[in-house]
């Protein structure tokens, strides 16, 4: 499996956090991993939405990445605060603070990642699940964040 698949995979567990409390993301995990395939059928063909049929070692990479996210959540989210002038992370949509908050820890906690690749995948993450303004949006905080250093 790509690093990109994993890093959707990461978003969408992600994306449970702010559903459920914290002490309830092992089950909320446990679960994303056991749901059954999801597809759309259309004229043009088959579309899988979600397969989550990952080998034990991808599940760890998954697991592991959520696990520190979430450590690490409040710091993510003060620094997102930050930059987004007029858009705390309370009134943003769940879609895109997700990936902001991936996109951070990938630039900030990450050695492995390089910000452009960080910031890319952002981008794509948000042409995928977000709105059409999301990629803009997402693109802009996360150069914010670059350019005041933090």
Do not use: C
């Not at 059928?41 to 979430?70: C, F, M, Y």
């Amino acid at each position: 499996m790509t690093r990109r698949e994993l890093r959707e995979h990461s978003f969408k567990v992600l994306f449970r956090a702010d559903f459920y409390p914290v002490e309830e993301m092992d089950e909320q995990i446990e679960r994303y991993f056991g749901a059954p395939v999801e597809d759309d059928v259309t004229p043009e063909g088959t579309t899988i939405l979600h397969d989550s049929n990952l080998s034990e070692a991808e599940q760890a990479v998954v697991t592991e990445k959520v696990k520190k996210i979430l450590e690490k959540l409040p710091e993510i989210d003060e620094k997102i605060n930050r930059v987004a002038e007029g858009w705390k992370t309370r009134r943003m949509g769940k879609v895109e603070l997700t990936i902001l908050r991936l996109a951070v820890y990938e630039m900030q906690y990450d050695e492995e990642i390089p910000e452009k690749v960080a910031i890319n995948e952002a981008v794509e993450l948000a042409k995928k699940f977000g709105g059409d303004e999301a990629p803009a949006f997402v693109n802009g905080i996360l150069a914010k964040l670059i350019q005041k250093g933090n």
